[in-house]
């Protein structure tokens, strides 16, 4: 199968590339290699079936498409930003290119997509109030996380709730630009299957992690910021409390997903658009993660700042039951192995050679 990788030479798109080679795929990679997620461009660009173009070129898109079986949208512009003015550049980067993709797989007659989707779409996760059952919390106030209050409450009773594990099923609360520009991609996308007769797949991302993350930029996550300040001899800054629960899913783990949905999505009624929750099934607090960073590292304890950002969410964790079962995907990188191999891998933007070297200190991993 020959695979549009739009995005192919980024943190997730290089390991997707790298597992379709090894299952015998023809992967033809496509990325503008923007500075502000390739500091350090790689080697290997340009060349044959390594395309140096934006997807918001739709002469070079289309150029692209020629032959093509299939096609895994990774391409995006991702974080929170800094404020509202980044509207714009969200906007034309994940929706506009999104549909400049859509409009050339039409025209070229190539019917599979697999996008890369997000949790974010999901704005706070699952929770349960003992009295009300289900809730749907609003966003947190400014005055409730300065003051340190970081747990939303019951909308109905202000009790405490219990946090869960969200399913495809929950309702899309967007909260902030990235959120509703990932939102919009599945909403085009689904038009797109349902007018052309093609089929799409969205993997909802959790918060994936491991070698090659972007360092100190809006595309970097949290565990590459932990990461960074490690690198540099500081202390991992946590924000809130650090009691923020996340499923940190490792990026093999990813790319093995979009392998498998790409395999799979041809069977799949023509028309059709399903999203599937991709995350390890375990949730772990960004406290832990931090801390399991600077343990497996040798480097200083994390700090928790009680800072905070309004956009940010409480608490997000998946099911990523939809996945395992009609995949039969499972993950394979324990969160603690996975830690150690990132504490001494490289990070996108340092020049090769550069990662830290390997110290143990009392106590390590």
């Keep these: 199968m020959r695979v549009l990788v739009t995005g192919g030479a980024g943190f997730i798109g290089s390991p997707i590339v790298a597992a379709l080679t090894a299952r015998g795929h023809e992967p033809v990679v496509l990325d503008a290699l923007l500075p502000s997620a390739h500091p350090v461009p790689p080697p290997s660009f340009p060349g044959p079936d390594r395309l140096h173009a934006d997807v918001r070129d739709g002469a070079a898109v289309a150029a692209a498409l020629r032959g093509v079986d299939a096609v895994c949208h990774q391409a995006a512009m991702v974080g929170l930003g800094k404020d509202f003015a980044d509207a714009p550049a969200y906007t034309d980067c994940n929706d506009f290119g999104t549909a400049v993709l859509l409009a050339a797989m039409a025209a070229a007659g190539v019917r599979d997509l697999v996008l890369a989707g997000s949790m974010v779409v999901y704005g706070e996760g699952r929770y349960d109030c003992a009295r009300h059952g289900r809730v749907v919390p609003g966003p947190r106030a400014a005055e409730d996380l300065a003051a340190g209050r970081f747990e939303p409450p019951c909308p109905a009773c202000g009790a405490p709730l219990a946090p869960g594990l969200v399913d495809e099923d929950a309702p899309a609360?967007?909260?902030?630009?990235?959120?509703?520009?990932?939102?919009a991609q599945e909403h085009l996308a689904s038009s797109w299957a349902r007018a052309t007769g093609g089929r799409a797949v969205a993997l909802r991302y959790h918060n994936v992690y491991g070698p090659g993350m972007p360092r100190d930029t809006p595309y970097a996550g949290?565990?590459?910021f932990f990461r960074s300040s490690l690198a540099r001899g500081?202390?991992?800054?946590?924000?809130?409390?650090?009691?923020?629960?996340?499923?940190?899913?490792?990026?093999?783990?990813?790319?093995?997903?979009?392998?498998?949905?790409?395999?799979?999505v041809s069977a799949r009624a023509p028309g059709t658009f399903r999203a599937f929750n991709t995350g390890s099934g375990t949730p772990h607090t960004v406290g832990e993660m931090a801390a399991a960073l600077a343990d497996a590292h040798g480097g200083p304890a994390p700090v928790v700042t009680g800072g905070f950002r309004l956009g940010d969410v409480?608490?997000?964790?998946?099911?990523?039951?939809?996945?395992?079962?009609?995949?039969?995907?499972?993950?394979?990188?324990?969160?603690?192995?996975?830690?150690?191999?990132?504490?001494?891998?490289?990070?996108?933007?340092?020049?090769?050679?550069?990662?830290?070297?390997?110290?143990?200190?009392?106590?390590?991993?």
Excluded: C, M
């Design 234 to 264: 500081e202390a991992p800054r946590v924000f809130e409390d650090g009691g923020q629960r996340r499923d940190f899913v490792h990026v093999r783990d990813v790319a093995a997903a979009n392998v498998l949905a790409l395999e799979s």
């Design 314 to 365: 409480r608490h997000i964790t998946a099911s990523s039951a939809r996945l395992r079962d009609e995949l039969g995907w499972r993950p394979e990188v324990e969160f603690h192995a996975g830690v150690r191999e990132f504490a001494h891998a490289g990070l996108r933007g340092q020049a090769p050679g550069t990662a830290r070297p390997v110290e143990r200190r009392a106590g390590a991993r």
């Design 222 to 224: 949290v565990a590459s």
């Design 173 to 183: 609360d967007p909260r902030n630009v990235y959120a509703s520009t990932k939102l």
